[in-house]
């Protein structure tokens, strides 16, 4: 079963707003990544947060890890355009050399 | 400056009829990744190799096959595809490091349509 579980499944919001997806997993993990996917186009990497980590800053970006609830968010503050895209959380537990998708968040900014 | 490169980017084949699918890398990383994505869903591991090592996973058909001559090239090879099979089909890379699995690179992906 996937690791991850992105939520909500879709999200539509107006463009300068900020929008918060949420990501859970089941089991113990070494590090959390946040990938962006356009339409039909391959998967960019956002951030990388380790377990060992609670928050990560990326410019626009800011993700939480909190361990003992198994959760992740990820926000993207002041939204543009642009950031119409589908977002995946993915998890490396304990192999090293592969990693679990999410089922993903629709993004959806409006003009 | 491409990083991950796939060919074709869209490809079209019979049902049955084999079909190979490339990946090269710029970036000389050991790990090379095939993923399977359908429409409106997360990425599916297929396999990968770390270096010359195959790892394939479970539940990963039979009809599906992989060769990676060397570092750059991993090759994804379906034998006889089903209509099932129409798909975005994702290449990855990421570097081997002692602390853990670091950021994959994906490539712009292979849309395939099994008619």
């Known amino acids: 079963s996937q690791q991850g579980e992105e939520d909500p499944q879709a999200l539509s919001i107006q463009e300068g707003e900020n929008a918060t997806m949420n990501c859970s997993y089941k089991?113990?993990?070494?590090?959390l990544q946040w990938y962006r996917q356009n339409s039909g186009r391959g998967l960019v990497h956002l951030i990388l947060?380790?377990?060992?980590?609670r928050e990560k800053h990326s410019g626009r970006l800011r993700v939480t890890l909190d361990t003992s609830k198994k959760s992740s968010s990820l926000l993207i503050t002041a939204s543009r355009a642009a950031d119409t895209a589908s977002y995946f959380c993915a998890t490396n537990g304990n192999r090293d050399d592969k990693i679990i998708f999410g089922k993903g968040t629709r993004l959806h900014i409006l003009p | 400056d491409a990083m991950v490169i796939q060919n074709p980017r869209y490809q079209v084949t019979q049902f049955g009829k084999p079909v190979t699918l490339s990946c090269s890398q710029t970036?000389?990383?050991?790990?090379m990744y095939w993923y399977q994505q359908k429409s409106s869903q997360a990425p599916k591991l297929l396999f990968h190799?770390?270096?010359?090592?195959?790892?394939n996973e479970a539940d990963t058909p039979d009809n599906f096959q992989s060769r990676r001559p060397n570092t750059s090239f991993c090759f994804l090879d379906i034998r006889s595809p089903g209509l099932g099979d129409t798909a975005m089909y994702l290449c990855a890379t990421s570097r081997d490091a002692a602390s853990g699995l670091e950021t994959q690179y994906f490539g712009p992906g292979t849309r395939l349509l099994v008619l």
């Open positions: 970036l000389n990383h050991n790990v």
């Open positions: 190799y770390y270096d010359k090592d195959f790892n």
């Open positions: 089991t113990s993990i070494n590090n």
């Open positions: 947060i380790r377990s060992n980590e």
